[in-house]
C-alpha cells in the first residue's frame, strides 16, 4: 500500500528536511529587515543546494522547528519570502540565459553574412588584385571568428549557471512546510 500514489499522507516528492532552532536560521542575521523583505541566510541556501543534488522530480522542503517556537504568521511569510526568492531568482537566471543566446544568434548571423558577403563579392569577378586579397584577408578571418563566437556561445553554457537554474527550479516548485519535532 506504501507504493500507491493516492494513498492518504503519502507523497511522491522528496523531502529536504531541515531542523531550525528559529525562523531566524533561514534568514541572513546581518539583514534588521522584516521576514518579508529579508534576505536569505547563506548557510541555509547551502543546506538547500547540497540537499537538491540527488532529488529528482518535486520537492517538499520540511522545516522542523520546536512547538514553542511556532508561529503561523511567521511561517506565511517565510513561505511567501522563500518563494519569491527562488522564483526571483531563476526568472533572472532565464533572463540571462535567453538574452546569452540572442547574442550567440545575433554574432554568430553577423559572422554567416560577413561570409556571405565575402563569397559573393570573390566569385563574384567584380573585385582583382589587390581588392580581393583585402576582402579575403579581412572578410574570411572575421565571418570565421564570429561563427565559432556565436556557436560557442550557443553550444557551451556554463555548468554553474546550469545547476543554478536545475537548483532555483527545483526550489521554486517546491512546496514548504513547517511541522514541530
Known amino acids: ?53 540527488d532529488k529528482h522530480g518535486g520537492i517538499e522542503l520540511r522545516f522542523l522547528i520546536k512547538k514553542s517556537h511556532r508561529s503561523q504568521a511567521i511561517e506565511g511569510l517565510a513561505r511567501s519570502r522563500l518563494k519569491d526568492h527562488f522564483r526571483k531568482h531563476y526568472n533572472r537566471i532565464i533572463y540571462e540565459f535567453r538574452k546569452r543566446n540572442r547574442r550567440a544568434v545575433g554574432i554568430l548571423a553577423i559572422g554567416l553574412a560577413i561570409g556571405f558577403a565575402d563569397a559573393l563579392l570573390i566569385f563574384s569577378g567584380h573585385l582583382s588584385g589587390l581588392a580581393q586579397s583585402a576582402v579575403e584577408i579581412t572578410f574570411t578571418p572575421t565571418s570565421w571568428y564570429m561563427i565559432w563566437m556565436g556557436l560557442d556561445r550557443l553550444l557551451t553554457k556554463p555548468r554553474k549557471d546550469r545547476a543554478n537554474a536545475a537548483f532555483y527550479k527545483k526550489m521554486k516548485d517546491a512546496s514548504i512546510v513547517f511541522a514541530t519535532y
Open 1 to 53: 500500500m506504501a507504493d500507491d500514489p493516492g494513498a492518504k499522507g503519502i507523497s511522491n516528492k522528496a523531502e529536504i528536511i531541515l531542523v531550525i532552532r528559529r525562523y531566524d536560521d533561514i534568514f541572513s542575521d546581518f539583514d534588521p529587515r522584516p521576514y518579508n523583505q529579508r534576505a536569505l541566510s547563506e548557510d541555509f541556501l547551502f543546506e538547500a543546494r547540497r540537499a537538491t543534488l
